[in-house]
């Protein structure tokens, strides 16, 4: 008898949240980065949803404009063009771990969304297409021997979709943080 009387009740609660609308969500783009390249612009950034960013993504031309967000937790920081794609990068957090998000945008076609993970926080912060080769720049918290965060470089091959390496340096601080990967004669730079 005791377990029938608690039933009711706790449909009951269940039911409330429906009983009493919500307030909706709005949402609040923030644009992180734009750019024009090959005379389109490019940008990306996160949409806010209650306490929750998602990433954002987009181009516009002269006769085509889109936007996407995507479902998962996290932001985009940098994009560049290259042969038929746009190509973004910045962070996804997946069980609340921070994975490098790389979005990959055929010309015509819909994002594609992959994560580069590692067993410490890895952060996504720039690239730069080279050939089939996105070099990725971002940062990577480390804590042993001691508690640091330092540069990664990833190279990553888009048409394979492997990763063929990786090269983390710093100093020994929480210093290090890379802003643009660039091109060199026969390098790649980092900011």
Do not use: C
Not at 149 to 165: A, H, L, P
Request: aromatic residues 12%.
């Amino acid at each position: 008898w005791r377990g029938a009387a608690v039933l009711p009740l706790v449909l009951l609660i269940l039911t409330l949240p429906a009983l009493h609308p919500q307030p909706s969500q709005e949402l609040a783009p923030n644009v992180l980065f734009a750019s024009v390249e090959d005379g389109v612009l490019l940008f990306s950034g996160s949409v806010r949803s209650g306490r929750l960013d998602f990433p954002l993504l987009g181009f516009s031309s002269g006769a085509l404009s889109k936007a996407y967000i995507l479902r998962v937790r996290g932001y985009l920081l940098s994009a560049a063009a290259h042969g038929e794609s746009f190509f973004f990068v910045g962070t996804a957090y997946l069980d609340g771990l921070p994975t490098v998000l790389l979005v990959q945008l055929p010309s015509g076609g819909r994002p594609r969304a992959m994560v580069i993970y590692s067993e410490a926080p890895l952060y996504g912060v720039d690239l730069l297409p080279v050939n089939d080769t996105l070099y990725i720049a971002g940062y990577i918290y480390r804590y042993t021997p001691v508690v640091e965060s330092d540069v990664i470089i990833v190279k990553y091959n888009y048409v394979t979709g492997r990763v063929e390496g990786s090269l983390a340096f710093g100093s020994i601080a929480f210093d290090d943080y890379p802003k643009r990967v660039l091109a060199g004669s026969n390098s790649i730079l980092v900011i």
